[in-house]
């Protein structure tokens, strides 16, 4: 898949994408493999808690990345997990390989995330960006397309006003919406946005501050869930 075609930049906000091949996943499609979940497999009870376990396996393990199961959250709800996990320790077990997002703010590493990213003002006022990995952001699907092993992120941003907000907020509940026109969507494997000025910034549900610059790169395939 391409990421779609880039037009001008908001006057106050500049995005830049790089795009590459992707997998092509379709409703219905298989994805994942059975195999083996260990008794002692670590469990992720959040998208926070997953993000955190495979960082710390970033930070210099030489270990190999060890199955993980995922017991809630955001990616366990678009895996179709049902946080019975716990449950099938020690058991042959459908494993799904997932990607993650790394994160820098303002030119800082930041970590990285699992489920998704935004930056946005108050009450969604103003420039807002959401890059998605999973497909669900709590009870809203702002990028329905989003899948956690494709090799992509899925980013919508722009700004509404307020009645504009008032029918996204309606609509995004579904996936089944075409974003309005006032709101971009891409596809990529990386990101820069820059806003006009700095935005509260939360990935995977946990604020990180107020910031102007976000850089999103995707780590493909960088471990097995079972959910």
């Given at each position: 898949?391409?990421?779609?075609?880039?037009?001008?930049?908001?006057?106050?906000?500049?995005?830049?994408?790089?795009?590459?091949?992707?997998?092509?996943?379709?409703?219905?499609?298989?994805?994942?493999?059975?195999?083996?979940?260990?008794?002692?497999?670590?469990?992720?009870?959040?998208?926070?808690?997953?993000?955190?376990l495979l960082g710390d396996q970033l930070?210099?393990?030489?270990?190999?990345?060890?199955?993980?199961?995922?017991?809630?959250?955001?990616?366990?709800?678009?895996?179709?997990?049902?946080?019975?996990?716990?449950?099938?320790?020690?058991?042959?077990?459908?494993?799904?390989?997932?990607?993650?997002?790394?994160?820098?703010?303002?030119?800082?590493?930041?970590?990285?995330?699992?489920?998704?990213?935004?930056?946005?003002?108050?009450?969604?006022?103003?420039?807002?960006?959401?890059?998605?990995?999973?497909?669900?952001?709590?009870?809203?699907?702002?990028?329905?397309?989003?899948?956690?092993?494709?090799?992509?992120?899925?980013?919508?941003?722009?700004?509404?006003?307020?009645?504009?907000?008032?029918?996204?907020?309606?609509?995004?509940?579904?996936?089944?919406?075409?974003?309005?026109?006032?709101?971009?969507?891409?596809?990529?494997?990386?990101?820069?946005?820059?806003?006009?000025r700095p935005r509260r910034v939360a990935?995977?549900?946990?604020?990180?501050?107020?910031?102007?610059?976000?850089?999103?790169?995707?780590?493909?395939?960088?471990?097995?869930?079972?959910?």
């Open positions: 898949r391409r990421a779609g075609h880039q037009r001008d930049p908001e006057p106050d906000c500049r995005a830049r994408w790089t795009s590459r091949a992707a997998v092509t996943l379709r409703p219905g499609d298989s994805f994942g493999e059975q195999g083996l979940l260990p008794q002692d497999a670590p469990v992720a009870n959040s998208d926070r808690a997953l993000a955190e930070g210099g393990s030489t270990q190999p990345m060890p199955v993980i199961g995922l017991a809630g959250g955001d990616l366990c709800r678009t895996l179709g997990g049902r946080g019975d996990v716990v449950e099938r320790l020690g058991t042959t077990t459908h494993l799904t390989p997932i990607d993650a997002g790394r994160v820098t703010l303002d030119g800082e590493p930041a970590g990285i995330f699992v489920a998704h990213l935004v930056a946005r003002g108050r009450l969604w006022q103003g420039q807002s960006l959401v890059v998605m990995n999973a497909d669900l952001l709590g009870d809203w699907r702002p990028a329905p397309r989003a899948h956690p092993g494709d090799g992509l992120l899925d980013a919508v941003h722009g700004s509404l006003g307020l009645r504009e907000r008032l029918l996204a907020r309606q609509r995004v509940r579904s996936g089944d919406h075409r974003p309005p026109p006032q709101l971009r969507t891409e596809r990529s494997a990386a990101i820069t946005w820059r806003s006009d990935h995977d549900g946990v604020g990180v501050g107020r910031h102007r610059t976000e850089s999103v790169q995707v780590i493909p395939s960088l471990a097995s869930v079972a959910d």
